[in-house]
């Protein structure tokens, strides 16, 4: 059975840095691409940030030059590094990872959240 496990948010003052991790165990053929969402509330889902398998990176518009993702493929983890963080960032981050079974070509599994809340 897969799963993704998240760590690494809290609170900050605007300004301010935090790391995300999210690990992926259990067994599968491949583990495809892998990324960051969030959810503030009252509002939907949105990406933040994918990186493929092979390093390919796409950010939303908000984030570009502020968040970097990265991925170590040996530990199967994904990485969103937050710069400059300001209060609009404040939202539940969300882990996605793409992968493959025997049985299913492309399976999506989601993380189960962690709260980043930034202070003005």
């Known amino acids: 059975q897969v799963q993704l496990v998240e760590s690494g948010g809290g609170l900050v003052q605007a300004g301010g840095s935090l790391r995300l991790s999210c690990a992926a165990s259990g067994i599968m053929l491949r583990l495809n691409d892998m990324g960051w969402y969030r959810q503030a509330p009252g509002l939907e889902r949105e990406l933040v940030a994918v990186?493929?398998?092979?390093?390919?990176?796409n950010y939303a518009d908000s984030v570009k030059g502020r968040f970097t993702i990265s991925r170590d493929n040996a530990k199967k983890t994904v990485y969103l590094q937050m710069s400059s963080l300001k209060p609009e960032d404040t939202a539940v981050y969300y882990c996605?990872?793409?992968?493959?079974?025997?049985?299913?070509?492309?399976?999506?599994?989601w993380g189960q959240g962690t709260q980043v809340t930034v202070s003005s």
């Open positions: 996605n990872a793409k992968y493959r079974l025997v049985s299913c070509n492309e399976c999506a599994l």
């Open positions: 990186i493929s398998n092979g390093g390919i990176t």
